[in-house]
């Protein structure tokens, strides 16, 4: 397909451009299809044989790819020429092997596969991973998902994230620990070089500190302490009762009521009435106990606020784990899951978090607070309940939520309980282009079972026009396994089939899902500019199910900052040139 649209006699430099780097994708298909077959045997003798990890790159480098990308790479850099842009890596000029997820701007230390990668690394991952704490920039080997959850989240936080080949990864080896800067720019420029006072000037000429966040408390609704049929909620209810998640899917349950499951809410005020009971040895609610701790460790002197901190929320999570709600609490759970479910101990439920401070302008905390799958019995859906309360103040999730947010007492937590739906395939639909922001077109990002694309495993990636259906696949899905659901609860691993993961079908009932949704659910910004949706789905039979909406809200700082603007200048200059196609390059 993308030989054919470089067939013709001319083509824009924009286009050109996207087709050399669409081409481009091939090395890393061919890495993928060689991992879904060779992972398990790697693995395995590279515990006789340290070697063995090289069986991979070592065959793609003996085969023509190698060929391939010399000639895409000199191709890339002349197109890049013309644009009057280049790739930068660590002084060096580059035209294949680096493709933006998203922009940002960072500078800090680069860390090569680090064991505990901190707020100020520029971390290199072998892949995307759900649990990556709070770091200044992401660089992925190789193919990297573009919609799971820490993606999203990075990008709504404006930390840059580039997915790296492994051919130019011996670049970057002798510079690990050391200081760099990674410059992403929205139009997909990549510039990591070393740091220095040169660069100070582009941080203090940006655009200023992030904003601070707070959570809307003018709109907190505690007295609701019953639970509340999912059907009952709307969008509006959004931080007033239950978090966005559930808000935000009793909307969508209104408008595709066969798509979405039953599901139970308990509110924000059944949250705040379990931190109304005394913690003990304080005299006092484990609320106003938590209040006067984070008051405490805010002034004491910063070398001993995390250490404090740490064991602070230690001690609170704990107690939240193992404290009955009470007697009132279980008898209204079992009442209200035996009218929604019919009946409380044979159901299967997913326990989804859902707080107050996610979704916002400048925070969506994607990922970052605990749901627990495919729960089956009551005692055993009551325990998971606890953690999800809990989950908030787990270190990640206190961690990425305190880059922006204040007042830390204020997180309440709703819990969804939904029941659960054994798809054969699920993943996550953006109503635009997740490379170019094209509104125009939808990204797909999709792997076989329960929860893989969200969690950041090698997915099935489409790009689908919204107009016409034209679809074009950008990855195959890589995992080996696929998560499924056993009656007697939890989560299994089974091996995956062959073959594609979506099928036209499907694809179309995903578009036309896309273009209702502007007008079924329209989602805005402050501004009142309509926003891409984030549509977590799944198949089961070919029936479409829905599991969650929410605004994919990119980092306005990002796609603001003058230094990064500048390095697209010539490109939006220059983008709309013809290219003579007959002639050599």
């Known amino acids: ?10 083509v824009t430099l924009g286009n050109y451009r996207r087709e050399l780097r669409h081409l481009g994708r091939v090395p890393h298909w061919a890495g993928r299809e060689l991992a879904f077959h060779f992972t398990r045997a790697v693995e395995h003798l590279a515990q006789i044989e340290p070697k063995a990890v090289q069986f991979i790159p070592d065959r793609l480098r003996s085969t023509p790819l190698t060929v391939y990308s010399s000639i895409l790479d000199g191709l890339l850099r002349e197109a890049n020429a013309q644009a009057g842009i280049e790739h930068s890596l660590l002084g060096a000029s580059v035209g294949t092997g680096l493709r933006s997820l998203n922009p940002g701007l960072a500078r800090g230390v680069l860390r090569l596969d680090p064991a505990h990668p901190g707020p100020g690394d520029i971390v290199l991952l072998p892949e995307t991973t759900e649990e990556l704490p709070p770091v200044a920039g992401i660089l992925t080997r190789e193919e990297g998902n573009a919609l799971s959850h820490v993606q999203i989240l990075a990008s709504n936080l404006g930390i840059p994230n580039v997915v790296v080949d492994s051919s130019l990864l011996p670049r970057l080896r ?3 620990g050391k200081p760099v800067l990674l410059a992403v720019s929205p139009g997909g420029r990549v510039l990591l070089a ?3 006072p040169r660069w100070d000037a582009v941080f203090s000429a940006g655009a200023g500190a992030p904003e601070r966040l707070r959570a809307d408390l003018g709109r907190l609704d505690l007295r609701q302490r019953a639970p509340l049929p999912l059907d009952a909620l709307r969008a509006d209810d959004a931080g007033r009762v239950a978090g966005p998640k559930a808000a935000k899917l009793g909307e969508l349950k209104a408008h595709y009521p066969e798509a979405v499951a039953e599901g139970l809410v308990l509110p924000f005020g059944m949250f705040r009435a379990l931190l109304d009971q005394p913690m003990p040895g304080t005299g006092t609610s484990a609320f106003e106990w938590m209040r006067a701790e984070y008051r405490r460790i805010a002034n004491l002197p910063e070398g001993q606020r995390a250490a404090e901190s740490s064991a602070m929320r230690e001690r609170l999570r704990g107690w939240i784990e193992s404290t009955d709600p009470g007697p009132a609490f279980r008898a209204g759970l079992r009442e209200a899951m035996t009218e929604v479910f019919g009946n409380s101990e044979r159901i299967a439920v997913f326990v989804r978090s859902d707080t107050n401070v996610e979704d916002l302008p400048g925070f969506t905390g994607a990922g970052l607070n605990l749901t627990v799958a495919n729960v089956v019995g009551f005692d055993a859906i009551l325990q998971a309940i606890r953690r999800v309360w809990a989950s908030p103040f787990a ?5 990425w939520r305190q880059m922006r947010m204040e007042d830390p007492e204020h997180v309440y937590v709703s819990v969804l309980l939904q029941q659960a739906v054994p798809v054969e395939k699920s993943g996550v639909m953006l109503t635009m282009d997740a490379e170019s922001g094209d509104m125009g077109q939808f990204t797909v990002a999709v792997s076989e079972g329960v929860g893989g694309a969200v969690s950041g495993e090698g997915a099935e990636e489409w790009r689908v026009d919204a107009a016409t259906g034209e679809v074009r696949l950008l990855a195959e899905a890589s995992s080996t396994t696929r998560r499924v659901l056993p009656a007697s609860g939890g989560v299994e691993r089974m091996p995956v089939s062959a073959g594609g993961v979506l099928k036209p ?3 179309d009932a995903l578009r036309r899902l896309g273009n209702e949704l502007p007008e079924r659910f329209p989602l805005q910004d402050e501004q009142g500019q309509p926003l891409a949706a984030d549509v977590e789905f799944g198949f089961l039979d070919g029936r479409l199910a829905l599991f969650q909406i929410r605004p994919f809200q990119q980092s306005r700082e990002a796609r603001r900052n003058r230094f990064l603007l500048e390095l697209d ?13 007959r002639e050599s390059p």
């Open 569 to 581: 200048r010539p490109l939006r200059e220059r983008e709309g040139a013809m290219i003579d196609l």
């Open 174 to 176: 002798g510079h690990d």
């Open 194 to 196: 070393e740091d220095g």
């Open 505 to 507: 079908a499907e694809l």
């Open 1 to 10: 397909e993308t030989i054919a649209r470089l067939g013709q006699d001319s």
């Open 395 to 399: 270190e990640r999730a206190f961690a």
